[in-house]
RNA sequence: GGUCUGGUAGCUCAGUUGGUUAGAGUGCAUGCCUGUCACGCAUGAAGUCGCGGGUUCGAGUCCCGUCCGGACCGCCA
């Protein structure tokens, strides 16, 4: 028997039991005449207690042992002349009566500890290293937890989880597929599941009325700190459902997790529509964790700036203004950092425009333009109050939209507003259905193809299709876009009419897809469902920003995993028995 | 595809205007130390300054190229 405890367990009720550990050295301290011995594993740390005294043999042995051996002792646990406060085991130790080294280990390239010196890279390298710390460790019990209860809670309202498969058929729609060689079926790719969207709606057409799937999905696209080519969702769909039922359903879903893992209670999620989101926040996953709504002196049906000469505002489809509340304090150094800020190219504005509300009345950027009155009337729309700080973009309503949302984030972390463990959770609804993609002048499907429209929408589909909207939704926390879902399509007509819409010929839209028009001409029910990511959701609950702490052996920026160095090329043979050959493209 | 940023000891980093033998903390090794728990003290080893080229009397430092990270834009239905 390797243990009779763990690391983790031993306290004063334990005293005078003779006991045997197993575990890995997290440190030592030789004293001399003592040496004391940190034992960790899973569960904690447990002190291990060598004299020269008593048992100069097993104390000699112990000065040498190093860093992440692993060791079997027994002893007799004893209580502690010095106690430590710290950890669970700080009352007791262990004095050690027999010792054996299960397996030695050279010194690792960083300390396995809670404040590691170890930068990301190396860590990723050394990912086995890495899990044994707290902090990594903690994550996944996180999220395994998360996953527990997303069970528990489908499971009670009848929901199966069933298993789709992961090699299948690759499709031109959406994120670039990854591929996978068929030795059987020479020159023919299988690819991997984006998510597996049309599995659960032929589920439906089965009639398991309720699926979920804690699965993987896989996107060949590049990379960002809340992104990895294979990641996880929640993945669920229904029968003899409308928008109202999912949304209760999931918006449920996630109480159940924030009271279940994190004992928050989150009051009910409000519900904002995908236009709302655009002209007030300029994004379509606001944060509303603060308000900072955007106003319009310039468009919106509002002119607050005309005639005064000034041709930024005057040339402009609209203008844009925030109000940071205290703000006012700002100096001319960080204003001046912010209008650089927001020049960059990927914000992309061109300048940025600022008033100071103070009991001194309103000083601007702009006070050659604007008379008093004027900025008075600012303030008064924006509803800036003394101490507070006007910020404001002009431009095309697109541009300064999505600008200025950035600089509202900006603001709002820079004001302590965006705090990590305080949640707001929403609803964004009636999303377009279409998006017209300028590249290659068609549309293609918001969300996807087999969202339907809303019913009073559909006669726009031949005339306006921009304009229709779909029975769309994302759930929105904190600013994170963590899950998204729509009502399907189940009809072949309308499906058939969506992908001539989208561009596909009769012929693609059955080589493609032919399976699921196939599926819906035998009586498909009505459904809909709803992906969430898992391992964003995870973060958020963690309160971190990125996704690769969640994960147990997550790829970096470029999509390799640096532990086991892949991708990686493979034989001739290989190649040769898959029929394929590489041609790499020249730079 | 693009923008920004970084690469110096095992690790995390400093290194001024281009100027003598490239430093610190930590880790590691050795020694001392009987109540430590980030133990303490002392001594020591440890460097292809990512790589290649250029400018210069002289390059860690400046220039060009390249490789490898990271953040972001595009992209991610």
Redesign the pocket.
Known sequence: MYRTHTCGELTIGNANQTITLSGWLQ??????????I?LRDRYGIT?L?F????NATLCTEA??L??EYVLQVTGVV?E?????A??TT?DV?I?VTELKVLNASI?????I?E????????R?KYRYLDLRRNAVRKNLELRHRMAIETRNYLDKLQFLEVETPVLIKS?P????DFVVPSRMNEGEFYAL???P?TFKQLLMVGGFDRYYQIVK?F?D???????QPEFTQIDCEMCFVEQEDILNTFEGLVKHLFKTVKNVDIPTLTRMTFAHAMKYYGNDKPDIRFDMQFKYLKGDGADLTAGKGFKVFDDAECVIAINAIGAATYTRKQLDELTDWVK?????ASGLIYARVSADGIKSSVDKFYDVDTLQHWATATTAKDGDLLLILAGSTNKTR?AMS?LRLLMGTQLGLRKSDTFAAHWVVDFPML?W?E?TKRY????????SPKPEDIHLLNERAGEARANAYDMVINGVEVGGGSIRIHDAALQSQVFSLLGFTKEQAEYQFGFLMNAFKYGAPPHGGI?FGFDRLCSLFGGS??I?DYIAFP????G?D?MIDAPSLISPEQMKELAIATVL?T?
């Open positions: 440190r030592s301290r030789d004293l001399g005449g003592m040496t004391f940190d002190q207690a004299n020269m005294e008593t000065r040498k190093g860093r004893k502690r002349e010095s106690k430590n710290k950890i700080g130790e004095i010194t690792p390239p960083f300390t500890e404040n590691t010196d170890g930068g990301d890279e190396l990723m499709t729609e959406g994120a670039r599941p984006q998510s969207q999905c996107r696209e590049d990379l960002r700190a809340d992104r960059r190219p990927q914000i992309g999505k950035e998006e993609d590249e293609h499907a918001m969300h996807h193809p087999f969202t992906a920003e990125t690769r790829k970096n920026n470029s390799r640096v493209n730079k």
